[in-house]
């Protein structure tokens, strides 16, 4: 189980900079990463990160709707864990 919160903590830091590099290249007016991107990392147990890169960046936290479907997926994040210790 142990090895299941290592992967789980390095992907929501692989998301986390996922985020801290589309808000770099959001300022330089570079090639962005999709949110469809992000929702598809958050859904698939990375909603931490994206949820700690918006709040740390000041990244996409003006657009209601991202931000609740990211907190949508970080309580299905949250139910899966539990479920997944049950097991």
């Known amino acids: 189980m142990e090895g299941f919160y290592v992967a789980l903590f390095v992907w929501n830091v692989i998301v986390f900079a996922l985020v801290g590099i589309d808000k770099y290249k959001a300022i330089r007016g570079k090639w962005r990463i999709s949110e469809r991107t992000f929702l598809i990392c958050a859904f698939l147990m990375g909603a931490a990160g994206v ?33 997944i210790e049950r097991i």
Do not use: P, S
């Open 51 to 83: 949820f700690c890169g918006m709040q740390i960046f000041r990244h996409k936290t003006q657009k209601d709707g991202f931000r609740t479907v990211i907190e949508i997926a970080l309580a299905v994040n949250a139910a899966a864990v539990v479920l």
